[in-house]
């Protein structure tokens, strides 16, 4: 079979990069898979650790406030176009694929004006902006809320699932906790603040170490630049700023999780069935997409949910004991999702596209 070229596009966050990787790993070997990103994004540094090829782009940032700053990102974002259509003219892909996040729009500008096919998958229950602007110049658009379809156009919108990465699914417990070196037979609650840390969850954790480490083995992914020395050498609590290759025997040592509302982490909770605490981001804070994402996943019966507007330590440890109490019914709410995800309906579309120039 000749081999083809197809790009990849999303970041600015690790959720708009991970669901790329699930796809991109599961593509058949006739492919040959570019990534296109920023300059400085976390899409470069996961993208690098692949052996995928990265490829740069000048990007803006699309606010929904007006800001000096809205001026010159315009002008990032044309120079970004420019950019990537040299790029796509000399990958001359088939397919461009994009997850969203600032970085897609000139992509799929570009993909667009060269006539190259844009498909596109959103993780949340609404749009972002950049894939409610790339959602027009898509052929094909996949989503992993079933409550998501009807923000998109009905005849080319399919519910897939959010594509987990394979490795989640390999983890093996002994090595996670030798890896943690925790040898007490206490469970262990991992708490994941959303692939860019979250601050506020961060303090209230640390101040309540002493009463959780009682009850619980902690792993705390904190964050780029968040990790409290103070706590270093505390029993029973590990921090790290991002997990790459050991995440999943780390996940499968887990016996609870206290998370951020991200749509990626919540399908992933839920492929591997482990019950959680989602405190989503706040109105102020994002679009409220995590609030949706976090209600629907609560109202299925899948985790507990907390408004950070409420969160203090007395309450947080409160949600955590009812999360330890419930957990075997969760589990069973969660045994009745498919175990299947959005990958190999992905990969299914991309192989069966037929209008390729
Ligand atoms: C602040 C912000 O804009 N958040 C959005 C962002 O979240 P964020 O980037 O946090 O995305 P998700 O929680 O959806 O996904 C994070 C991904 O990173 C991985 N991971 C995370 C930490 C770590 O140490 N190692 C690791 O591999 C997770 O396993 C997951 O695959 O994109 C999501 C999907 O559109 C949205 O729902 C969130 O609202």
């Known amino acids: 079979m000749n081999s083809k070229n197809i790009v990849f596009t999303g970041g600015g966050s690790a959720g708009h990069v991970t669901p790329n990787i699930a796809i991109m790993e599961a593509l058949g070997k006739h492919w040959n898979v570019h990534y296109i990103g920023s300059f400085n994004g976390i899409e470069k540094e996961i993208i690098e650790r692949t052996s995928i090829p990265y490829n740069g782009i000048s990007s803006g940032k699309l606010r929904r406030y007006m800001s000096k700053e809205n001026v010159l990102d315009i002008g990032r ?14 990958i001359k892909p088939k397919l461009v694929f994009s997850k969203g996040g600032f970085v897609t729009v000139p992509v799929v500008l570009a993909a667009k004006s060269l ?12 749009p972002g902006l950049a894939n409610r602007i790339a959602m027009r110049f898509s052929k094909k658009i996949f989503t992993s809320f079933e409550e998501a379809a009807s923000h998109f156009p009905k005849e080319k919108t399919t519910v897939v699932g959010s594509p987990v990465r394979k490795l989640l699914f390999e983890g093996n417990a002994s090595k996670g906790k030798r890896f943690l070196g925790f040898e007490k037979k206490l469970p262990i609650l991992t708490i994941m603040g ?15 170490l002493p009463a959780l480490t009682k009850q619980f083995q902690i792993v705390h992914i904190c964050g780029k630049g968040q990790i409290d020395r103070t706590y ?20 499968a040592a887990t016996n609870l999780v206290l998370t951020r509302g991200g749509s990626n982490s919540i399908f992933e909770f839920l492929s591997l069935r482990i019950p959680m605490l989602i405190i989503p981001l706040t109105l102020s804070q994002s679009r409220g997409d995590q609030i949706l994402n976090a209600i629907s996943f609560r109202d299925k019966g899948y985790s507990l949910m907390l408004e950070e507007e409420n969160l203090t330590q007395e309450v947080l440890l409160g949600h955590i004991i009812e999360l330890r109490e419930k957990s075997e019914q969760m589990k069973k709410a969660m045994a009745a999702f498919p175990a299947s995800n959005g990958v190999a309906s992905i990969v299914e579309a991309i192989e069966k596209t037929r209008y390729y120039k």
Request: a positive charge.
């Open 77 to 90: 974002v044309v120079k970004g176009f420019w950019q990537a259509r040299r790029l796509l003219k000399k």
């Open 232 to 251: 270093l050498s505390h029993p029973g609590y590990r921090q790290f700023e991002y997990i790459s290759e050991e995440l999943p025997d780390i996940l």
């Open 115 to 126: 006539g190259i096919p844009v498909y596109l998958h959103e993780s949340d229950m609404t």
């Open 194 to 208: 959303g692939s860019l840390g979250a601050k506020r969850i961060n303090e209230e954790v640390r101040g309540l």
